[in-house]
């Protein structure tokens, strides 16, 4: 009997527990708090507010959106580096 | 009509955006250039990517990103294995690491203004000096004396060696320069021809009525360009981990 008893799921292991109704009372204790209902993905809250904005609406679900804000993000920090260095020197007039 | 042409090769100039002065080291400064600003770019962007691929699968999503991974990952295993003939496995992570360094250098070379840190010689002969030098001290290490048999091939007659020795060592040596020029020669003249392109279309679209109407042809050939230049991104981070690959197997298996 013994052999198939560890066959029996759920293994349960909870610290403590001696048996009887003692065991059961923690048993349901341990269940009664874990969260409800379907899984509700939110921002963890050790995240700063706008970083943990867009983990959830992009990190989270592996969108292709990053990677537009990254060339994007280039883009127009490369055009500011360009237009200070090159640009506005040639505005208008031939390159010496 | 006044024509403006700027110089095409301005766009690889290298440029001081910040400087540090370090007075009690005497000759001395620590400047930031355009040059360094973009590989740190790079690097963020490589490491963030690495780090960021794995979260939606921790929090158990379908992640699309590690799937792209994944299949770069798998990519190169087949690359290597086709390529290192013995235990070439191992040097996987450095090939990983070259490929997807040259690979995003390219691409954010393609972002319009920004600039191509692979179309400077500096860097890619740096790296091509580096791969070779780690192959040889990686054939010195496993064969010893033995691996200057390299540079002999097999049934040469005893006459012809010392001719053929000097020959192929600077066939050997020459690696290292023919893998960092490729690279940047590539970058270089697709950027000019961009650069030259466009320039000349800007001035067609502008300059006239029939420029206006007949716009869309240059625009046209220039995104065909564009697109054959993304290629030849892909396809230059591609060479280059190629051949390290070979070289590496030339001095794994000593032929």
Same mark, same amino acid.
């Given at each position: 009997?013994?052999?198939?008893?560890?066959?029996?799921?759920?293994?349960?292991?909870?610290?403590?527990?001696?048996?009887?109704?003692?065991?059961?009372?923690?048993?349901?204790?341990?269940?009664?708090?874990?969260?409800?209902?379907?899984?509700?993905?939110?921002?963890?809250?050790?995240?700063?507010?706008?970083?943990?904005?867009?983990?959830?609406?992009?990190?989270?679900?592996?969108?292709?959106?990053?990677?537009?804000?990254?060339? @994007?993000?280039?883009?127009?920090?490369?055009?500011?580096?360009?237009? #200070?260095?090159?640009?506005?020197?040639?505005?208008?007039?031939?390159?010496? | 009509?006044?024509?403006?042409?700027?110089?095409?090769? #301005?766009?690889?100039?290298?440029?001081?955006?910040?400087?540090?002065?370090?007075?009690? @080291?005497?000759?001395?400064?620590?400047? @930031?250039?355009?040059?360094?600003?973009?590989?740190?770019?790079?690097?963020?962007?490589?490491?963030?990517?690495?780090?960021?691929?794995?979260?939606?699968?921790?929090?158990?999503?379908?992640?699309?990103?590690?799937?792209?991974?994944?299949?770069?990952?798998?990519?190169?295993?087949?690359?290597?294995?086709?390529?290192?003939?013995?235990?070439?496995?191992?040097?996987?992570?450095?090939?990983?690491?070259?490929?997807?360094?040259i690979l995003?250098c390219n691409l954010?070379g393609?972002?319009?203004?920004?600039?191509?840190?692979t179309?400077?010689?500096?860097?890619?002969?740096?790296?091509?000096?580096?791969?070779?030098?780690?192959?040889?001290?990686?054939?010195?290490?496993?064969?010893?004396?033995?691996?200057?048999?390299?540079? &002999?091939?097999?049934?040469?007659?005893?006459?012809?060696?010392?001719?053929?020795?000097?020959? #192929?060592?600077?066939?050997?040596?020459?690696?290292?320069?023919?893998?960092?020029?490729?690279?940047?020669?590539?970058?270089?003249?697709?950027?000019?021809?961009?650069?030259?392109?466009?320039?000349?279309?800007?001035?067609?679209?502008?300059?006239?009525?029939?420029?206006?109407?007949?716009?869309?042809?240059?625009?046209?050939?220039?995104?065909?360009?564009?697109?054959? #230049?993304?290629?030849?991104a892909?396809?230059?981070a591609?060479?280059? &981990?190629?051949?390290?690959?070979?070289?590496?197997?030339?001095?794994?298996? @000593?032929?």
């Amino acid at each position: 009997m013994s052999s198939t008893k560890s066959l029996i799921p759920p293994k349960l292991s909870v610290s403590g527990i001696t048996g009887g109704a003692a065991a059961f009372a923690q048993l349901c204790d341990l269940y009664s708090k874990l969260p409800k209902g379907p899984l509700v993905e939110s921002i963890p809250p050790t995240m700063p507010r706008l970083f943990g904005r867009y983990w959830y609406r992009y990190i989270r679900t592996s969108s292709p959106a990053p990677l537009l804000h990254i060339i @994007l993000g280039v883009g127009l920090m490369s055009y500011a580096i360009d237009y #200070e260095l090159h640009l506005k020197h040639h505005k208008n007039r031939p390159h010496h | 009509m006044l024509c403006i042409l700027n110089n095409p090769l #301005e766009q690889f100039e290298i440029i001081k955006l910040l400087g540090i002065d370090a007075p009690l @080291l005497p000759l001395i400064e620590l400047p @930031l250039t355009n040059l360094g600003l973009y590989l740190l770019i790079v690097l963020g962007v490589v490491i963030s990517g690495l780090v960021i691929s794995f979260i939606p699968a921790r929090i158990g999503r379908d992640n699309s990103w590690l799937v792209t991974l994944e299949s770069i990952y798998g990519f190169l295993v087949n690359l290597v294995d086709s390529q290192v003939a013995i235990a070439g496995h191992i040097y996987i992570p450095a090939i990983i690491a070259l490929f997807s360094f040259i690979l995003l250098c390219n691409l954010f070379g393609l972002i319009p203004y920004s600039y191509t840190v692979t179309a400077q010689f500096a860097l890619t002969l740096g790296l091509s000096f580096t791969v070779l030098l780690g192959v040889t001290i990686l054939g010195l290490q496993r064969h010893g004396v033995h691996f200057f048999s390299i540079l &002999v091939p097999a049934g040469t007659p005893l006459v012809l060696v010392p001719l053929l020795v000097v020959i #192929e060592a600077i066939s050997y040596l020459a690696r290292a320069i023919s893998l960092g020029v490729r690279l940047s020669a590539n970058m270089i003249s697709g950027h000019v021809l961009l650069k030259i392109i466009s320039t000349f279309s800007w001035q067609f679209i502008t300059g006239s009525i029939l420029g206006v109407i007949l716009g869309f042809l240059p625009v046209l050939f220039l995104t065909a360009l564009y697109a054959l #230049e993304l290629g030849v991104a892909i396809l230059q981070a591609y060479v280059f &981990v190629l051949l390290t690959a070979s070289y590496l197997n030339d001095v794994l298996s @000593l032929h």
